[in-house]
């Protein structure tokens, strides 16, 4: 049977690409023996896991896919220029899962309203992706939810700076994208940035957007 070919999400009517992220993502079945660096290709993974920690913290972060009808946006965080870890960077709502959370869901749509007050409400989960690394020693969860217009953020000045939304599709688009090379440990490793307007998103949420794309159905990311 030949492979499927990778299908040109950018390029999808909004009705489809709306169907088939619901689709994709409500069948994308989570394995916790299944840890993504980044977008880093497995062999690369492979190599990096001695410089993160053995036993890492459990962290979750809500992708939210703002439907506005006539497209989709997905909604980001400029975190704060004095907080510990990530300081300044363009990430997604979220945060460790506390005691009180009965799963990476309910800490993911917890973190999400203390951050930028949207509200559960308005936050349609449809499933989650592969477990995401990083260097600071956290595992995260990134859940994906549909978000419908109508809400109203209000920040928490302590971590948040401010927000933007970026294009479902522009993400989507392997085009869009620019590569950079990064330095972990004594090797060279290729990532990808993804430029919005004056922003640029790097590192896990990057890592994150472009591990929807490969389960929406797009090209991997080394591959293309």
Not at 15 to 29: H, I
Not at 57 to 83: K, N, S, Y
């Amino acid at each position: 049977m030949a492979a499927e070919l990778p299908l040109e999400l950018h390029r999808l009517p909004t009705a489809e690409l709306r169907a088939t992220l619901r689709r994709r993502v409500a069948g994308c079945r989570r394995d916790e023996a299944e840890l993504r660096i980044g977008h880093l290709p497995r062999a690369a993974m492979q190599r990096l896991e001695t410089l993160f920690p053995g036993a890492a913290t459990r962290a979750a972060v809500l992708i939210p896919v703002v439907d506005r009808g006539d497209e989709l946006g997905v909604l980001l965080t400029l975190r704060a220029d004095d907080l510990k870890h990530h300081a300044g960077q363009i990430s997604f709502p979220g945060g460790r899962i506390e005691s009180g959370d009965r799963d990476a869901v309910d800490a993911a749509l917890r973190e999400t309203q203390e951050e930028i007050g949207l509200e559960r409400g308005f936050i349609d989960v449809i499933g989650v992706l592969p477990d995401h690394v990083v260097i600071t020693g956290y595992r995260v969860t990134p859940v994906v939810g549909l978000v419908r217009p109508g809400f109203e953020l209000k920040l928490d000045p302590v971590e948040v700076a401010g927000t933007f939304e970026a294009p479902l599709r522009h993400l989507l688009d392997p085009s869009t994208r620019s590569r950079r090379f990064r330095r972990f440990g004594q090797e060279e490793f290729e990532t990808f940035e993804l430029p919005w307007g004056s922003f640029n998103i790097w590192g896990a949420t990057a890592g994150m957007l472009l591990t929807l794309r490969e389960v929406l159905g797009g090209p991997p990311s080394h591959g293309d």
